[in-house]
T-cell receptor, first 112, second 111 residues
Framework: DAGVTQSPTHLIKTRGQQVTLRCSPK?????VSWYQQALGQGPQFIFQ???????QRGNFPDRFSGHQFPNYSSELNVNALLLGDSALYLC???????????FGEGSWLTVV | EDQVTQSPEALRLQEGESSSLNCSYT??????LFWYRQDPGKGPEFLFT???AGEEKEKERLKATLTKKESFLHITAPKPEDSATYLC????????????FGPGTSLSVIP
């Protein structure tokens, strides 16, 4: 049973560019959430997707956007990258209203 | 505002030396409290979910307990492989789509 998978694992972008990160949820899960984790800090909630709709959003600007596809996979897009966007981006999946949330290994984004 | 704090920030133990990690939370109605383990450069690994005060859960050398304001992760006779960052997180009844994490406790177990 494949867990949550994310791609790419590492990437380097230049300030002002755009990036797309991808996530496939654990088999059977229909809800995907995205988190940003800066070095030495806990993960911060970006947003959650269910039935291809954004259900809730954390305190992140509109430069952060997402999408969920009919097969439940998801993308996180970040526009106009800033140096401060450098972080580990984590995807988590669960069942809707479920209490067990599983994380992928993350995508390391470095903005230079 | 919903908030999670963890203490200590870092903990260094000798192998076999038992201890506890603390997670204090304020939330507008707790739906669930989670403990995760995170190894360097990896995603968080699920350990436990606790739902109500008085609940306890165990897994190998780890035991998690919950009160109305705190949770403790007790580590009994730790081994070097228990070295990791331990994250606590809460889910509120009014906003259960969002999980709020604490900053974590970095545990080092010395042989």
């Amino acid at each position: 049973d494949a867990g949550v998978t994310q791609s790419p694992t590492h990437l380097i972008k230049t300030r002002g560019q755009q990036v797309t990160l991808r996530c496939s949820p654990k088999s059977g899960h229909d809800t995907v959430s995205w988190y940003q984790q800066a070095l030495g800090q806990g993960p911060q909630f970006i947003f959650q997707y269910y039935e291809e709709e954004e259900r809730q959003r954390g305190n992140f600007p509109d430069r952060f956007s997402g999408h969920q596809f009919p097969n439940y996979s998801s993308e996180l897009n970040v526009n106009a990258l800033l140096l401060g966007d450098s972080a580990l981006y984590l995807c988590a999946s669960s069942l809707v209203d479920g209490n067990t949330i599983y994380f992928g290994e993350g995508s390391w984004l470095t903005v230079v | 505002e919903d908030q999670v704090t963890q203490s200590p920030e870092a903990l260094r133990l000798q192998e076999g030396e038992s201890s506890s990690l603390n997670c204090s939370y304020t939330v507008s109605g707790l739906r669930g409290l989670f403990w995760y383990r995170q190894d360097p450069g990896k995603g968080p690994e699920f350990l436990f979910t606790l739902y109500s005060a008085g609940e306890e859960k165990e897994k190998e050398r780890l035991k998690a307990t919950l009160t109305k304001k705190e949770s403790f992760l007790h580590i009994t006779a730790p081994k070097p492989e228990d070295s990791a960052t331990y994250l606590c997180a809460v889910q509120a009844k009014t906003s259960y789509d969002k999980v709020i994490f604490g900053p974590g406790t970095s545990l080092s177990v010395i042989p």
